[in-house]
């Protein structure tokens, strides 16, 4: 079975709402660990739009599962998760008026810099995970990086507006994945992902981890994290 990483972010979105001191997505992150999660994610934003520094200090002295810090691949963060050192972090793209991550990480186009980010962060005794495309120039770029995962983007698999289109994606995401898988990478998927559009993907026996975040705090909201966190574990096992 895949594990469950849960992504808490959009704890913190509703805390800064208000600029208020909860919801606390620390809390959130224990009670997800409680209902059987394997990793609690956060994503330490260049802006600060929502997960505060000061979160990810918590986190790393209370998360007992792993920790993966996403971030952008630029010094301030490699400089801040070097000094916080969670379990792993995931390099991912980044733009100030986007609503969330919209693609992939160019590790092909920017392979000098990201490769020094992914050894800065090793040298920490820090795993490395690449956010990228099921596209065979970013994968290979991604092993040339030296990370030992990616995480295959699903986010056009998950907004696909046809059948045709979304079986389309899922082709190419699981041709990524065996692809990555021939390289040596060790293979995590999210963005996007759902109760529902999640279930082809668990017959893909190569995904290591699923990461997922907007789905699981919105079911919270109705049914409370542990139990939508139980839910989606219990998909994963079927």
Do not use: W
């Not at 092909?108 to 810099?113: F, I």
């Not at 289109?165 to 996007?192: C, M």
Request: aromatic content about 2%; glycine content about 6%; overall charge positive.
């Amino acid at each position: 079975m895949a594990t469950l990483a849960v992504n808490v972010d959009h704890v913190a979105t509703v805390r800064q709402a208000r600029l208020a001191a909860v919801p606390d997505p620390v809390e959130a992150a224990l009670r997800a660990e409680r209902a059987g999660c394997h990793g609690i994610i956060v994503h330490l934003r260049e802006d600060r739009r929502h997960i505060q520094d000061r979160d990810v200090e918590r986190m790393r002295k209370r998360v007992t599962t792993r920790l993966n810090l996403e971030m952008a691949a630029i010094p301030e963060m490699v400089r801040i998760a070097r000094r916080i050192r969670p379990d792993m972090a995931c390099l991912v793209p980044e733009k100030r008026a986007e609503l969330t991550t919209e693609g992939g990480l160019d590790v092909a186009g920017k392979s000098r810099s990201i490769s020094m980010a992914v050894r800065d962060l090793q040298t920490a005794g820090i795993a490395v995970s690449l956010f990228v495309d099921a596209r065979k120039d970013q994968l290979r770029a991604a092993r040339d990086s030296g990370a030992e995962f990616v995480e295959i983007h699903t986010g056009h698999y998950a907004d696909a507006a046809t059948p045709r289109q979304r079986d389309r994606e899922l082709k190419r995401i699981r041709d990524g994945i065996a692809y990555a898988v021939f390289l040596g990478l060790r293979v995590n998927a999210g963005h996007g992902l759902d109760y529902t559009n999640i279930r082809p993907l668990v017959r893909v026996p190569e995904i290591h981890e699923f990461s997922i975040g907007h789905s699981i705090i919105a079911r919270a909201v109705i049914v409370g994290i542990e139990q939508a966190v139980r839910e989606m574990i219990e998909i994963l096992q079927c």
